[in-house]
């Protein structure tokens, strides 16, 4: 197929996944906006792990609450739990792989935290544990996931599914996703004077 073909049924593809988010997703992600906004007027945190691309989304989410989106206030607390080198090379060495968010969690969790799991699978085991530790902390657990949303779906209070076989587009969707949560929760938050 030529470039130019090639690009052009990139981009087609890429409106199609746009277009199914919008139409099966807006009243989860409008759901989800209201709990993280609630968890921060609250003075909860919001915790977020992911692996490979959704750990840099993971971080994406976290600097943009942290910092700012649009608007001017204070800076929200949000941790990615994919960023320090030290806790994951020996969690992953002492414990194993599988537990390289879960025992963040358990260090750095507290009951009405939100713990929100990436994984474009919806079957990475580490987030499952995370998500499943995160519950016994007495965390909110969401799932921003992919496919059909794997096992994850299933063991999260609120599961965001892009419904896509391809892993560029459900990750194109998920920052879509994680700009329009910040920009709701901004606002709301700016709104209801629970940030000044």
Do not use: W
Not at 159 to 168: D, Q, R, S, Y
């Amino acid at each position: 197929m030529p470039i130019n073909s090639q690009i052009s049924a990139y981009f087609a593809r890429h409106s199609q996944v746009v277009e199914k988010t919008v139409l099966e997703l807006s009243p989860q992600i409008a759901r989800c906006a209201g709990i993280l906004s609630a968890a921060l007027a609250a003075g909860q945190k919001i915790l977020i792990a992911g692996n490979g691309g959704s750990a840099a989304d993971a971080q994406h989410f976290a600097a943009e609450l942290v910092g700012r989106f649009l608007l001017e206030r204070r800076g929200l607390p949000a941790i990615a739990l994919t960023t320090d080198s030290s806790i994951l090379t020996a969690v992953a060495n002492d414990y194993g792989f599988e537990r390289i968010f879960s025992r963040q969690v358990e260090a750095l969790a507290s009951p009405g935290d939100v713990v929100i799991g990436i994984s474009t699978s919806g079957n990475s085991a580490n987030i499952l544990a995370a998500l499943a530790a995160a519950r016994h902390c007495g965390c909110t657990t969401i799932g921003l996931l992919g496919r059909d949303g794997g096992a994850i779906a299933a063991r999260v209070d609120l599961a965001l599914i892009v419904g896509c076989p391809e892993t560029p587009h459900i990750q194109e969707m998920h920052v879509t996703i994680i700009h329009l949560l910040c920009k709701l929760v901004e606002e709301e938050l700016v709104r209801s004077g629970g940030t000044p």
